[in-house]
């Protein structure tokens, strides 16, 4: 068994969550992968999702608001502040 971590890997995935008819009841159960909506939503594209280990399920057209939260919930930390380059730091206080 191989001890190399994987390149992108996520402290905990994101389940999604569908909800299917039974009888006239509408059951909530896990999902097979987020869908597309569901991503755009988020801000985020098939091939990166797929690169975090995200599940995507392209089938699926729906967009469940619940499943949009779990996924800007796991992609906040990963949102970085900029760091400014010396260059556009010496050209700020050149304006100053």
């Known amino acids: 068994m191989s001890t190399r971590k994987k390149k992108h890997q996520t402290a905990e995935k994101p389940i999604p969550v569908v909800y299917s008819r039974h009888d006239g009841d509408m059951l909530k159960r ?10 755009k939503e988020a ?3 098939i091939q990166t999702a797929r690169k975090l280990g995200i599940r995507v399920d392209t089938r699926r057209r729906s967009l469940i608001e ?9 992609l906040k930390p ?19």
């Open 66 to 74: 619940e499943n949009v939260k779990s996924l800007k919930a796991i």
């Open 43 to 45: 801000k985020l594209d």
């Open 78 to 96: 990963r949102t970085h502040a900029k760091r400014k380059t010396k260059k556009a730091q010496s050209s700020e206080r050149e304006r100053e």
């Open 30 to 39: 896990e999902g097979r992968g987020f869908s597309i909506p569901e991503l």
